[in-house]
Structure formats: structure tokens, C-alpha cells
């Protein structure tokens, strides 16, 4: 499985075509990323009062209209040709497309996310849990608008994907009165755990994300702007997208399992940026 | 002989995240000042980093509470408040037990 900041990003942009924003899903694989990242851009088109349309293609359709996205977009008034699913079982979909509308809701989906993973590994439950509230509560603290959260078992490679996403301001909107000039600086600061606040102790969510991600054999990939990061075992990789998404999205990638083996002095440590 | 700290008492629940909470739940303790702070952390399965630091933001760093007695908890939701309690200078009031609740608060 690649990282999402390993998959093209073309499908997160949004173009106009005779008057409505059009994000085109039609290529590539589908991550929950792209999902949050689809509902986020289509929330900040209904703010703004923009039609926006999604086109995904006939082998993307399903996974898409499982995970919620076309009842999303449908309660945005966004077009799409998704068609409404049958309720089914669906264990392996631990969170459908849904938006963050609260502190106390966020913390109920991360909840209700750690339960169903928690009997197969109990620390990466613990690790969802902590993610999802650390990336959820950043949003509404910090962005200014609603984000959406999704999140998906990978079964037979025994991952969680999970992902956040909002267009608020957007990593370089917060951190330029910390010096960032553009996204790829925003990033880089965000990652160090360079807060917009003067409050003590701020900033720490990611970088203590990061770190937990890594200590399950899991990475995380961040994109803001026109930057993308893939933070892993190796360290910090950087590099710049040709079609910026016009907001902020994390997606992590945590494995169920592995780390039941190893020591705990072996699996922390931070990383270095690269 | 001077008389002993007052003693304020935070059981925690299953989960905690975000300083929003933390705030949520010293609020009704106020005024922390000069207070032992104990903070019953055994029926904490999971506790964000967000949620530790403004714990100790509010109760030693703001707060001034004479201390701040963490009783049991996960390991990771330990080391947050410990690593808060340093990045603020503040560590020399903190303690950490994993001794029950009822020796702690008459110690």
C-alpha cells in the first residue's frame, strides 16, 4: 500500500468547468484520504456558495458510496453520481466520511473507532484514538471550518488508514506570523511543532503523532497547500504538488499487530527531518 | 506545625483528549493555588498528549497548585505529563505513583 503523499494528487484539485468546481476521481486508487479531502473541498464550495461536482469512475464508485461520500456531498448540495448503498455489515469501513462538528463529537467517532479496532490490537486502538482527537480537535481550534474524518481496515495487510481534512486556512494561513512564507515552510514548522499560539506548551500534537505512528510501523502523510510530507521510519520526506489542494489533510497508516513484538525502548525515538 | 495542603481530587474516565477537556474538568476545582493536586489516572485507558500538557498548564504552570500527584495511568499518558511538566519547569512539583488513591491523598 503506498502513502497517500505517494499517489498522484491530480483528483484533489478542484477545476472549473463552466462555473462548478470539478474534482475528478476518475484515475488512481481511492484512499479515505481522498474522501475527506473530496468532502472538505465540496464544504468550502458550499460556503462560498460555488457548485462543485464529483466524478469518480465505474471500479470507484462502490468503495466511495460505502464510505458515505455521495450522502456527504449530497447533504452539501454538491453533484455527484454516487448511488445510496443497502446497509450492510461493513467491518472493515471503521469510519465513514463524516464531519467533525464538535469537540465532544469528535472525540465519540474516535471512540467509537478505537472499539472496533481494540480487540485485534489494543495499543494501535489507543493510537487511533489519540490521533483522530489530536487531528480532529486541530481543526476546529485552528482551521476555522468543518473537516471530515474517515477511516478504513486494510484486512489483509492488517492497516488502518485513517485521514482528516478541512480547506480552512491552511497550514501557511496559521503559521506565517511564525515565519512560514509558503506551504512547504508552514509544513516543515507544523511537523517541528511550531504552534500559531502563544499559549505554553503548544504544538505538540504532530510531532507526537508522528512519533506514535512510527512506534506502530505506520507513517503519516501530510499535504497542505502545495506541500506534501511523508513522515516514516526514515525520517521526513518533502516535496511539492503540481495541483495544490486548498486546505490540509493527514492521513496515517498504522499497522495492527507488529509492535506486540517488539520492546518499547525499540520502537520510540524521534525522527529526524530529512 | 502549618496546616496541610488542601487537596483537590480529578478522577479521570476511560479516555481523555484535548485541552478543551482538561480545561472542562479543573474548572470546577478552582482555585487550584496552593493545593495538592491528585489526579486518578487508573481508570485511563488512553490520554492525548493535548489533554496532559493543559492538565499541567492549568493545575501547576497557571494553576499554582503546591503539587500535582498523578496515581497510576498508562505509561504513554504519564510520560506526557511528565514531558509537559518539564518543557514548563515545573517538574519539582509533580509526582507519580502507582500507590492507591486513599495512601496518596492522606500522605
Known amino acids: ?274 | 506545625m502549618s496546616e496541610p495542603s488542601p487537596t483537590r481530587t480529578l478522577v479521570l474516565p476511560y479516555l481523555v483528549a484535548g485541552r478543551d477537556l482538561a480545561d472542562a474538568m479543573v474548572d470546577p476545582l478552582e482555585p487550584v493555588a496552593g493545593t495538592r493536586f491528585v489526579v486518578d489516572c487508573r481508570p485511563l485507558a488512553t490520554g492525548s498528549v493535548s489533554f496532559a500538557s493543559q492538565l499541567v498548564v492549568r493545575v501547576l504552570d497557571q494553576g499554582g497548585a503546591g503539587a500535582l500527584v498523578l496515581v497510576g495511568g498508562p505509561q504513554e499518558f504519564v510520560e506526557h505529563v511528565c514531558g509537559a511538566a518539564e518543557r514548563l519547569g515545573v517538574a519539582d512539583r509533580l509526582t507519580v505513583t502507582a500507590s492507591d488513591l486513599a495512601g496518596v491523598a492522606s500522605a
Open chain 1, 1 to 274: 500500500m503506498r502513502d497517500l503523499a505517494e499517489l498522484s494528487l491530480t483528483p484533489l484539485s478542484g477545476r472549473l468547468v463552466e462555473g462548478t468546481v470539478e474534482v475528478d476521481l476518475r484515475d488512481g486508487w481511492l484512499q479515505p484520504g481522498h474522501l475527506v479531502g473530496v468532502a472538505a473541498l465540496a464544504q468550502s464550495c458550499a460556503s462560498r456558495g460555488r457548485p462543485f461536482r464529483l466524478a469518480v469512475g465505474p471500479t470507484r464508485t462502490s468503495y466511495a458510496s460505502r464510505m458515505h461520500l455521495g450522502a456527504v456531498l449530497s447533504q452539501l448540495g454538491a453533484g455527484h453520481a454516487l448511488p445510496p448503498v443497502p446497509e450492510r455489515a461493513r467491518e472493515r469501513d471503521l469510519l465513514e466520511v463524516t464531519p467533525l462538528v464538535s469537540p465532544d463529537g469528535t472525540r465519540r467517532l474516535a471512540a467509537l473507532v478505537r472499539d472496533k479496532v481494540l480487540a485485534q490490537d489494543p495499543e494501535a486502538a489507543g493510537a487511533l484514538y489519540a490521533c483522530l482527537t489530536e487531528l480532529g480537535l486541530n481543526v476546529q481550534e485552528h482551521a476555522g471550518t468543518t473537516g471530515f474524518a474517515a477511516a478504513q481496515t486494510l484486512l489483509r495487510r492488517e492497516e488502518v488508514l485513517f485521514a482528516v481534512a478541512d480547506c480552512g486556512r491552511g497550514l501557511a494561513g496559521t503559521l506565517a506570523l511564525r515565519g512560514a512564507t509558503n506551504d512547504r515552510e508552514a509544513v516543515e514548522l507544523a511537523l517541528r511543532g511550531v504552534s500559531r499560539l502563544d499559549a505554553p506548551d503548544r504544538g505538540l500534537g504532530l510531532r507526537t503523532m508522528v512519533a506514535l505512528v512510527g512506534r506502530l510501523g505506520g507513517s503519516l502523510s501530510l499535504i497542505s497547500g502545495g506541500a506534501v510530507a511523508l513522515a516514516g521510519r526514515a525520517g521526513v520526506r518533502y516535496r511539492e504538488s503540481r495541483t495544490p489542494f486548498a486546505g490540509t489533510l493527514v492521513q496515517g497508516r498504522v499497522r495492527l499487530g507488529i509492535h506486540t513484538a517488539l520492546p518499547r525502548q525499540e520502537k520510540g525515538g524521534h525522527w529526524s527531518h530529512v
